[in-house]
């Protein structure tokens, strides 16, 4: 049926007669866009404990479709970053190392944004994006390339993509000294439906990232010599694998959704995650889910809170992000879909960093925190 | 984030019977309470023109025009009976003739307690009284000039239903499933991964058996055989399907199922298909209907007969 044809007279005889039938054609109007107009506006908080860090983020998105098989998409991003970041570790009382966070409270304005367009082609679509990200101190600017194939009557889609981005660094106090980061992402999925229940996602990861990649803001505190500057190797390599089951399940009219995550990298950082969510449609047009988290990392090779003498190497951190520790956090969140075109969504975690979840390696319990998220998303399609 | 989506969708099926068939909805949803809403509006609807155009219940449509028409006089009718009246006189007109809404009263001459053949006097005395042209159709007034003719709308009824209870579902926002009423069936959309619905034909003279599969994203099917109703005289099989020139049941084809867009339409013409006989199926191409037939002799044809096969 899919074919052209001149339809003869017979049959445009049947279908006109056919058409003044009642209720034998939907409505035009009803018919649900395969390519519709979108548009979303997200607001999210994102704070951590102990006068740590907060960001307060506002995003909006659209995406215009240009015919059946061409879109362009549009995303803005500002985000407001305050509060106090830890500097470095100090020894404390009985040895013990204790934060040193920002004298001042950081306040840092970020715009970012990025364009892009699809293309389809048969059972191909590519997607090409260009983005740039500006703050005092960071500049960046990405392009990326994806292409997905839809074979096996769309059960089987395969997807490969590749991204490089372009990053200048600097700090406060010497605010146009741009120091240069390069990283490019390499990565392959494939998502396959199993039946009309349920599907699996798993995708390969792999990035290379060189340049000056220290943060410089980070402080070292050497026993034997005071204070240096955080430094790291100039090339990280990263691979990461993760895996997403969705499966719908009759008897409890629900959908368990299963993530997890594996990763490594030339810095002897290795994590893992897994992730359990349960989703629910109720009646009145609701869906809510909840679900939990847990990931772990084991800390850099290169990593420790304090060191007692320089080390040899030119490498050394005492960034938290980069130490041993694990989390545990809750996630809930609901969507009402308010008229056909409208919905809005509430969504929060609360996540519990623990340095006693580690997966190896080294951390420090100053370190342990707890963040929470908390996000409302408007979302319009036409 | 589409997929995920499409994995919270489960199929719901809503068996039933109508009009003399089996009958089911299948819909894909989120949750039951909705999906078994919109199932019943539509079956709700199945059984509303069932008891309106039934031969059979006395308070019916047809009961009141055939009323009319076995004594002759006019009656005028509703706006939906209208439109299916025009449909009626649309399919007369396009098979020459051939696909008639008045031929039921042929059907005294081959009740199914008979065991010799009908008469030749008989026959001609109910062709006199069988024609479309010998009903004036002026909407919404149908005046039956001959007394003793009788209306059937059963040749299109089914289909019409069909078609209207996948719109009800596509219209209360369910975009995959499909309606089948006893074999005619109109698809809602696909499966939610996009897969099409494969649909059984079933083999005119072995009722376990596959003739045919269909693979449809969209649109409908409609079959017409002579294997759901027939009579045996003399070991030798004829079925309901009469032809109103002759007044004997059609040869040449045992069944024929048509794809096209509407129920209707797919039901229609493979009903004209099985009056043409031998010429049913370059008809169908004709028109450019995509079908797949089988003859009395068990060969088949028809470009979806071709995509069986591959």
Redesign the interface.
């Known amino acids: ?2 074919a052209i ?4 007279p ?2 445009a ?6 058409m ?8 035009a109007a ?3 866009r395969e390519n519709p107009w979108a548009f979303d506006a997200t607001h999210m908080e994102y704070s951590e404990s102990g006068g740590r860090m907060n960001v307060r983020v506002n995003q909006a998105s659209a995406i215009i479709p240009i015919g059946d098989s061409f879109q362009l998409k549009a995303n803005g991003i500002q985000d407001l970053v305050s509060g106090a970041s830890p500097i470095f570790n100090a020894p404390g009382p009985g040895g013990k190392p204790q934060q040193v966070l920002t004298g001042a409270s950081v306040r840092d304005n970020r715009k970012a944004g990025d364009i892009g367009a699809s293309a389809a082609f048969g059972d191909n679509q590519l997607t090409l994006r260009q983005g740039w990200s500006n703050e005092n101190d960071y500049k960046s600017t990405w392009t990326s390339l994806e292409s997905r194939y839809d074979l096996n ?3 089987t ?1 395969l997807a490969a993509g590749f991204a490089f981005s372009n990053d200048g660094v600097s700090n406060h106090d010497t605010p146009d000294d741009f120091r240069t980061r390069i990283k490019r992402d390499f990565f392959v999925g494939i ?1 396959q ?1 199993i039946d ?4 699996v ?1 798993l995708s390969l990861e792999y990035s290379y990232s060189n340049g000056f990649l220290s943060d410089p803001y980070k402080l070292v505190f050497v026993q034997s010599g005071g204070l240096l500057p955080d430094a790291r190797p100039s090339q990280r390599r990263q691979t990461a694998a993760s895996a997403k089951y ?3 399940i ?1 008897a409890i ?1 629900s ?1 368990l ?1 299963a993530m997890g995550s594996l990763s490594t990298d030339n810095w002897g950082v290795r994590s893992g995650s897994v992730e359990l969510q349960w ?1 629910k ?3 009145g047009e609701w869906l809510v889910n909840a679900g939990a988290r847990y990931y772990t990392q084991s800390s850099a090779d290169f990593y420790a809170p304090l060191y007692e003498t320089t080390p040899a190497r030119d490498a050394r951190t005492s960034d938290y992000r980069l130490a041993g520790f694990g989390s545990l956090a809750w996630l809930a969140g609901v969507t009402k879909q308010l008229t ?1 075109n409208f919905s809005i969504q509430f969504a929060a975690e609360r996540n519990y960093r623990r340095v006693g979840l580690r997966s190896g390696g080294t951390g420090i319990d100053a370190d342990n925190y707890i963040w929470g998220l908390y996000l409302v998303t408007l979302q319009a399609r036409f | 984030m589409a ?2 989506h ?6 719901f099926r809503f068996p039933f019977s109508a009009m003399g068939s089996r009958c089911e909805v299948r819909l ?1 949803a ?5 999906v078994s809403a919109c199932a019943q509006a539509a079956t709700a ?1 199945v059984r509303r023109l069932d008891a309106k155009y039934s031969r059979y219940r006395t308070d019916s449509v047809t009961a009141g025009i055939n009323r009319v028409a076995a004594v002759g006089g006019a009656i005028d009718v509703d ?2 009976t209208a ?2 009246l ?2 009626a ?3 007369f ?2 098979s020459d003739g051939l696909f008639d809404f008045t031929s039921g009263v042929l059907r005294e001459a081959w009740s199914p307690d008979r065991t010799t053949l009908p008469e030749p006097a008989l026959l001609e005395a109910l062709l006199a009284r069988v024609g479309w042209s010998k009903v004036r159709w002026e909407r919404p007034r149908l005046a039956f000039d001959i007394a003793g003719m009788e209306l059937d709308f059963g040749g299109v009824v089914k289909e ?1 239903a069909a ?2 209870a996948a ?2 579902c ?2 209360a ?1 369910f ?1 995959h499933g499909l309606v089948d009423l006893g074999g005619d069936i109109r698809i809602i959309g696909p ?6 619905w494969i649909v059984g034909i079933q083999h005119p003279r072995d009722p376990a058996a596959v003739m045919a599969t269909l693979d ?4 409908a099917v409609a079959t017409s055989g002579d294997y759901e109703r027939f009579i045996e005289i003399d070991g030798r099989r004829y079925g309901h399907i009469l032809s109103p020139r002759t007044g004997t049941p059609v040869r040449g084809l045992a069944g024929v199922s048509v ?4 129920c ?2 797919a039901g ?2 493979a009903t004209i298909a099985m009056l043409m006989e031998e010429r049913g199926s370059a008809w169908l191409e ?5 079908h797949v037939w089988m003859d009395q002799a068990l060969r088949m044809g028809g470009i979806l007969a071709a995509a069986t096969t591959q």
Do not use: W
């Open positions: 049926m899919a044809r001149l339809v003869s017979q049959l005889a049947f279908t006109a007669a056919a003044a039938l009642p209720g034998v054609h939907a409505r009803d018919a649900p009557r769309k059960n889609t998502t439906v009309e229940r349920s599907l996602q969705v499966s719908f009759p009219d959908a959704q989703k449609e109720l009646p056909p | 997929q995920s499409i994995a919270m969708l489960a199929l894909y989120h949750d039951g309470a909705r609807d706006a939906e439109t299916l025009d449909y006189e649309t399919c007109e396009q019409y078609d209207r719109v009800i596509a219209e926002g975009q499966h939610p991964d996009g897969a099409p449809l994203f969209r649109g794809v096209a867009e509407e209707v339409v229609s013409a004709e028109v450019g209907l995509p």
